[in-house]
Nanobody
Framework: QVQLVESGGGLVQAGGSLRLSCAASGSIVSINDMGWYRQAPGKQRELVAAITSGGRTNYADSVKGRFTISRDNAKNTVYLQMNSLKPEDTAVYYC??????????????????WGQGTQVTVSS
């Protein structure tokens, strides 16, 4: 089985920075895309940033120039560096791993997985 464990959320003042981490555990064979989504109260979950196994990135317009996604394939870990944070960035941030294959006597997948979410609160 595969689990995604997130860390790094918290409370920060506007203009500050936070770095989120998400580590995928298990006997992972491969992961295609990894990304970060967020969901604010009363709103739908939205894509923040994504990165392919080859390092190609995609960002929501609202975070371009402020957030940077990166990935360590050897550690099956994805990061989100968030700078110049704004109150509107307040949300629960979820890690996502797509097309994951893992080994458990045989290779299974591909499956998609989600982390449990980490709260990011930006005060004005």
């Amino acid at each position: 089985q595969v689990q995604l464990v997130e860390s790094g959320g918290g409370l920060v003042q506007a203009g500050g920075s936070l770095r989120l981490s998400c580590a995928a555990s298990g006997s992972i064979v491969s992961i295609n895309d990894m990304g970060w989504y967020r969901q604010a109260p009363g709103k739908q979950r939205e894509l923040v940033a994504a990165i392919t196994s080859g390092g190609r990135t995609n960002y929501a317009d609202s975070v371009k120039g402020r957030f940077t996604i990166s990935r360590d394939n050897a550690k099956n870990t994805v990061y989100l560096q968030m700078n110049s944070l704004k109150p509107e960035d307040t949300a629960v941030y979820y890690c996502n791993a797509r097309n994951v294959r893992y080994y458990s006597g045989a290779v299974y997948g591909p499956y998609d997985y989600w982390g449990q979410g980490t709260q990011v609160t930006v005060s004005s």
